[in-house]
């Protein structure tokens, strides 16, 4: 036999290490090896001996023939978009989010519409106890006949209990890091337990095609605590995010081994749970202040759906000596690269001033067509003028200063002419975007009720902003 040996294991990244030391080698964090016994733990099979030799297994065609994976529709369209149509059997999905964002009031609903589907559903709350999941399920009106509730930590517990009825199609675990199992040793909520538990979940759900949920919390730095290595295991991570005292919720995909990555669903708490929101636009547009300068409509997208959003920018002499950036909703180091070209390329001198850069309602921006909406926010800020109410922005901006087009110009576009705006500023070139069929097709598609004011230099947009400024300040 084999002498059994120690490892240490990172609790912060899961790196595996040969000896303790005071320092993790792989991230750089302080005391956070745990000494696990070797036999236990990654890799190790359940019951396997080590002196086994494997068996061959048959190899297939790759060019073989494979059905498209069949798909479980919730019915709550804002979840289906970002699952990419349906839950996939047999898949595991990782749900993360801050603690009281709702994400248990998300799997709950989720639940009553597919157990109301008439598919089995068992709900295993491991944070909660059974009445109080029963409240919450009450007060969303999701008591179904079809979903088994049970409040246990222990793996053992849950497959037993599993194995001795029909195996449901949605199992949902409440949360994975309060799961321990006898298998490994080491204390519950560490990484080898959170990792040993999801693994011989995740292997019941593949074997008898039940859908896997588990939730995971997120640390204050935005990762999900310790499972992060759990997001390596699953077919999905989703992540469950907003802003404190906004009533919406965007649920976002990270990973989708089933579908598209860039799709969001939004979703507005209420008394009665969360409620689907069809057109966010509308919702993020809802609070505008529209005469105040420093304010910018950014027509983005997500994924296939266009989302309009307000940039808001203030900028204010700074007695620092240096001056504050601050960016909620954005990349802060794509406002510094913004900043940059304004000050190199269009004479706007932001050097001396401190910059404060919102997104409105709490959204977050992931793209770069951003570039020209923050740019006129922040000289409409400086300049101390209003930008013309019924325009949108959008486009790249690069390190020259001039403006690149950005994809799906037409949606844009035709988003912002439904919500009653009268004209877009974009970069030159994105609506006849290559000469021939593609670019005819784009203008072609361009909505006719919108005046588009194509720019070519970032400074066409300065120069634009800071003509209104001049006589506004000498009147
Ligand atoms: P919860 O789903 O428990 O969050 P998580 O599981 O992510 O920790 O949601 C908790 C919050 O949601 C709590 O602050 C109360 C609020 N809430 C509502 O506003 N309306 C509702 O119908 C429900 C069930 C919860
Ligand atoms: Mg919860």
């Given at each position: 036999m084999a002498k059994t040996k120690s490892q240490f294991v990172c609790q912060s990244c899961g790196n595996v290490a040969p000896r303790w030391s005071?320092?993790?080698?792989?991230?750089?964090?302080?005391?956070?090896l745990v000494e696990e016994r070797?036999?236990?733990?990654?890799?190790a099979a359940p019951g396997?001996?080590?002196m086994k030799t494997g068996h061959a297994v048959e190899l297939v065609a790759l060019a073989g023939d494979t059905q498209e994976a069949p798909r479980l529709a919730s019915g709550i369209a804002e979840l289906d978009r970002v699952t990419g149509g349906g839950f996939v059997p047999g898949s595991a999905l990782l749900v993360g989010g801050d603690p009281g964002i709702g994400k248990s009031t998300l799997l709950t609903q989720a639940a009553a519409a597919l157990a109301k589907g008439g598919h089995p559903v068992v709900y295993v709350s491991g944070e909660e106890a059974v009445a109080q999941v029963r409240l919450r399920a009450r007060r969303l009106s999701a008591?179904?006949?079809?979903i088994g509730l049970a409040a246990e930590t222990s793996v053992e517990n849950i497959l037993a209990t599993l194995k001795a009825g029909q195996p449901p199609a949605l199992l949902i675990i409440?949360?994975?890091?309060?799961l321990w199992t006898?298998?490994?040793?080491?204390?519950?909520?560490?990484v080898t337990q959170v990792r040993a538990s999801a693994q011989a979940l995740i292997r019941y759900a593949k074997r008898h095609g039940t859908i896997l949920v588990l939730v995971g919390h997120v640390t204050k730095d935005g990762q999900?605590?310790?499972p992060r290595v759990v997001e390596h295991m699953v077919d999905a991570v989703l992540y469950f995010e907003g802003e404190g005292g906004h009533h919406f919720r965007i649920l976002r995909t990270v990973k989708n081994r089933f579908g598209p990555t860039d799709e969001i669903g939004v979703f507005e708490m209420s008394d009665g749970g969360l409620k689907e929101v069809e057109n966010p636009s509308e919702l993020f547009l809802g609070?505008?202040?529209?005469?105040?300068?420093?304010a910018a409509v950014f027509a983005g997208m997500e994924g296939t759906r266009p989302v309009l959003v307000e940039i808001q920018a203030l900028v204010a002499p700074s007695s620092l000596a240096t001056p504050r950036r601050a960016v909620v909703g954005w990349d802060s180091s794509r406002l510094a690269m913004v900043l940059a070209v304004l000050e190199a390329?269009?004479?706007?001198?932001?050097?001396?001033h401190d910059v404060y850069l919102n997104v409105a309602g709490g959204y977050r921006i992931m793209e770069p067509a951003a570039d020209l909406a923050v740019s006129a926010a922040l000289i409409s800020s400086l300049a101390g003028v209003a930008l013309p109410v019924q325009s949108v922005y959008f486009g790249e901006i690069s390190l020259s200063g001039a403006t690149r087009p950005v994809s799906h110009a037409s949606a844009r576009l035709k988003e912002a002419e439904k919500l009653g705006f009268g004209r877009a500023i974009l970069p030159s070139?994105?609506?006849?975007?290559?000469?021939g069929r593609d670019g005819a097709k784009a203008k072609a598609a361009a909505p006719s009720g919108l005046e588009l004011v194509e720019i070519s230099e970032l400074a066409d947009l300065a120069g634009r902003i800071l003509a209104k400024a001049k006589p506004a300040q000498q009147g």
């Open positions: 005071g320092r993790c080698e792989a991230c750089g964090e302080w005391n956070t070797g036999e236990s733990g990654v890799g396997a001996s080590r008591v179904e006949e079809n409440d949360s994975i890091q309060t006898d298998t490994v040793e080491s204390a519950p909520g560490s999900i605590a310790g609070e505008r202040n529209a005469n105040a300068p420093g390329h269009c004479g706007v001198r932001l050097g001396q070139g994105s609506t006849a975007r290559k000469n």
